[in-house]
Nanobody
């Protein structure tokens, strides 16, 4: 069982940067694929970024964040990060981290474990 706790959300102005962290419990953190999803009010949950299990050699980003966001993992710290640059008002959402018992995944259904979410608000 993996428990995930996100942190780092907040209110920022458009153009600013913000870093999210997601700390995980459990001794098998490196065996999980990790991802970030987000959900804005009235919208469906959206894929943001994913990193493969173990060394994180594979990463992938949603089209709306490609080139601005960076996902990374630190297995020694049981933590996954999301660095967000050049934030836009449309990035406003609750951001969730997720862990899945798979090599890599882009779909929410591939992730069994979810954090409670952290709010990111970008003012224009």
């Amino acid at each position: 069982q993996v428990q995930l706790v996100e942190s780092g959300g907040g209110l920022v102005q458009a153009g600013a940067s913000l870093s999210l962290s997601c700390a995980a419990s459990g001794r098998t953190f490196s065996s999980y694929a990790l991802a970030w999803f987000r959900q804005a009010p009235g919208k469906e949950r959206e894929f943001v970024a994913a990193v493969s299990r173990e060394g994180g050699s594979v990463t992938y980003y949603g089209d709306s964040v490609k080139g601005r966001f960076t996902i990374s993992r630190d297995n020694a710290k049981n933590t996954v990060y999301l660095r967000m640059n050049s934030l836009k008002s449309e990035d406003t959402a609750v951001y969730y981290c997720a862990a899945g018992d798979t090599f890599f995944g882009l779909k929410a259904a591939q992730y069994e474990h979810w954090g409670q979410g952290t709010q990111v608000t970008v003012s224009s």
